[in-house]
């Protein structure tokens, strides 16, 4: 080492020999900063050898300190780092550090800026406070090297659960021994008070493909000193993209467990048949002036007002990440590659998508592409406000035809499904709104093109029209951890409606998007219809609002019966998950019923392979029995408001058939 000073012990350190001032770099724009495009940022550890390097051209002096401890106490060692090629600060120590915690600080303008475990640390103590050497080798659990992802054929044949991870086991009902952990996640054999299956048990039992799980990297509103408080939030305010949130974990302070708990959980998840999808939110940080980002290179990964070169709050958080430069690009690019490998993730939601440029999602998708053409990826094509960025650069929903295998919600068929979202008393189809006939069509499409859809009469948000190019970049849904539940949207929105009308409300709306084309999403509880007694925006509500109550199950049986058909039905039938806006013009014909809020279509010719020839699906919003004629012949029932049989429920033979007010119905023709 050229630096003598490293060894030396802290109080010696602590002189101005050991900090060395570099001449001060000034830079006209952010685009002049340099690029470092090598490998090593962030901490890498060998028994024989740790090296430390950090990306920050615009620092003066940058040091690092060490600590035995997650938290408090006094550094046990400090040492300068030196600075090296493309603004990047190096150092090396040929030593064992293992399980040693440690700090950059960064000194720009003549100020030393926060110390923090600097943005590419992939192994942290509590709160995220101080990085942590680890070997990364031993958070391997039994059987991680040779466990698989779960196969997948195609995108269309995915069904996602949108998860947080308290939610599922905090109830006392849950049955599950880690409440609120990664490891709640890994327990089987779990059951309610009922004798109900609760947790994995469930959703394997449920049918279910993916399970997307809320932000599960270290974020920022949970103090993880304080577990026992309980408090609760989404975590959509991140701290460290490239780490497992500590709260989540068995031990905070370890670095290495909530690493290795994260990685049992997807090897049990992986292990019964479910891929998992990381919600991710690289288009904001939790803390602005006090990020990560911010103190170890001031302003350069944000975007700014060009006003008063203020913040730019797309996000409606803030601030907004700057994904369109180099350096911003590649830490985004580089960190989904790093839990896609590592961790074994097997897709990814981008939250508020549309803040991102569309080259660098595009470079994303081909770099995740590249390691498995199988992962999945998706997004909020949207913003929560303006942004700098040219709209015609961003990733938003009316652009997934420039969007390379990444899909976008459909919030055209959510609204239409259960009413405008931000309007809580405003009912949807299923609740007996009419007039969304047309809307309805345009989810069944996947907001793709479709010769019998007349456009100008649909509305669709920030579009033209069509804005899909084919059903594998379209999510399907109504409800997720955003805004209410499906119930209790129903109750709101329908307060002079029963139970039972509420129930087949609830049941109409899953017939839908399990019935449509597209990527089918659901919220997780949806099945058994879910509350969080009319509280919308949840994000840190505790418990007693979030948690799934599993003596719900047994309450509304008969609808989570119903879920688990519908997906069983839609994964036994290929004509439901069509991968092409082209098959679904040829194969997907809409009848013209005579009655209003009624949309029934043909699945026709053995669409997409499927062993029925002929389906016929009809929906009826309306409250009461509707006759709606059909095509002649004789038909076999396989859904009805009450049941779903894929062997049939019995035959008819009519050229019209009377559907129940408030249901679904399908039917295959016979041979």
């Known amino acids: 080492m050229r630096n003598p000073f490293l060894f030396i012990p802290i109080l010696f350190l602590m002189t101005s020999a050991c900090t060395p001032s570099s001449d001060k770099v000034e830079y006209k724009s952010y685009e002049e900063y340099p690029v470092y495009d090598g490998e090593g940022l962030g901490a890498h550890y060998t028994p024989e050898k740790t090296t430390f390097r950090l990306w920050a051209p615009t620092a003066e002096q940058v040091r690092l300190r060490f600590y035995k401890q997650a938290l408090g106490g006094e550094p046990s060692r400090e040492a300068a780092m030196e600075k090296a090629e493309k603004g990047t600060w190096l150092a090396s120590f040929n030593e064992d550090l293992k399980d040693t915690y440690y700090t950059f600080q960064v000194k720009v303008g003549g100020k030393w800026l926060d110390e923090t475990p600097g943005p590419y640390a992939t192994a942290v103590g509590t709160n995220g406070k101080r990085g942590q050497i680890i070997d990364m080798a031993e958070t391997n659990p039994e059987g991680w090297k040779e466990s698989q992802r779960p196969s997948l054929a195609s995108p269309t044949d995915i069904i996602i659960y949108e998860l947080h991870v308290r939610d599922l086991s905090t109830h006392s009902s849950s049955g599950i021994q880690h409440r609120g952990k990664f490891l709640g996640l890994t327990e089987t054999g779990t059951k309610s008070p009922q004798g109900l299956s609760t947790g994995l048990d469930h959703i394997k039992a449920l049918g279910v493909t993916h399970i997307h799980l809320l932000p599960s990297f270290d974020f920022l509103s949970v103090d993880e000193t304080k577990l026992g408080e309980n408090k609760f939030n989404w975590g959509y305010d991140p701290h460290l993209y490239n780490v497992p949130e500590g709260s989540y974990s068995t031990n905070p302070a370890d670095g290495a467990v909530r690493i290795r708990e994260f990685k049992q959980m997807v090897k049990t998840l992986h292990d019964n048949g479910l891929r998992v999808i990381m919600d ?14 911010n103190q170890t290179v001031p302003g350069y990964y944000y975007r700014h007002n060009k006003k008063d070169d203020s913040f730019s709050n797309a996000s409606g958080c803030g601030n907004e990440t700057a994904s369109e430069r180099a350096m911003v690009r590649q830490f985004i690019i580089e960190s989904v590659k790093y839990w896609a490998t590592e961790y074994k993730v097997d897709g990814f939601r981008f939250d508020l998508m549309g803040i991102h440029d569309i080259e660098t999602m595009n470079l994303l998708s081909d770099a995740l592409h590249e390691i498995d053409p199988t992962i999945f990826i998706y997004g909020e094509g949207w913003t929560a406000g303006d942004s700098p960025l040219p709209a015609e650069e961003r990733a938003l929903k009316r652009h997934t035809s420039r969007l390379k295998g990444i899909a976008a919600f459909s919030d055209d068929i959510r609204d239409a499904i259960k009413g405008h979202v931000f309007t809580s008393d405003d009912p949807g189809f299923v609740s007996g709104k009419p007039g969304q006939e047309g809307r309805i069509r345009f989810g069944v499409t996947a907001a793709t093109r479709h010769p019998q859809l007349n456009y100008d009469s649909i509305q669709i948000y920030d579009a033209d029209g069509p804005w899909s190019p084919g059903p594998a970049q379209t999510i399907t849904y109504f409800s997720c951890h955003d805004n209410h539940t499906l119930w209790d949207r129903l109750t709101l929105s329908r307060p002079d409606a029963s139970k ?15 019935t449509s084309q597209g990527i089918s999403f659901l919220h997780a509880g949806v099945e058994m219809a879910r509350t969080k007694e009319g509280v919308e925006n949840s994000f840190e509500s505790p418990d007693s609002i979030n948690q799934i109550d599993w003596e719900r199950k047994a309450k509304f049986k008969k609808v989570f019966d119903y879920y688990q ?9 290929p004509a439901f998950r069509m991968p092409t806006a082209e098959m679904m013009q040829k194969h997907l014909k809409f009848l013209e019923p005579s009655e209003p809020n009624v949309v029934a279509f043909m699945l026709t010719d053995n669409a997409n392979g499927d062993p029925w020839k002929d389906i016929l699906v009809i929906y009826n919003a309306n409250p009461e029995y509707k006759n709606i004629s059909i095509p002649s012949g004789s038909w076999t029932l396989v859904l009805d408001r009450d049941h779903v049989a894929g062997g049939g429920l019995g035959t008819i033979s009519a050229d019209e058939l009377a559907v129940p007010g408030i249901s679904a119905m399908v039917l295959y023709k016979n041979q």
Do not use: C, D, P
């Open 500 to 514: 039972e009308e509420k129930i087949n409300m609830q049941k109409l709306a899953g017939a839908i998007v399990l």
């Open 565 to 573: 058909g519908l997906i069983a039905l839609r994964k036994a039938h």
């Open 280 to 293: 991710v939110v690289y288009n904001h940080t939790g803390a602005t002036e006090h990020s990560v980002f």
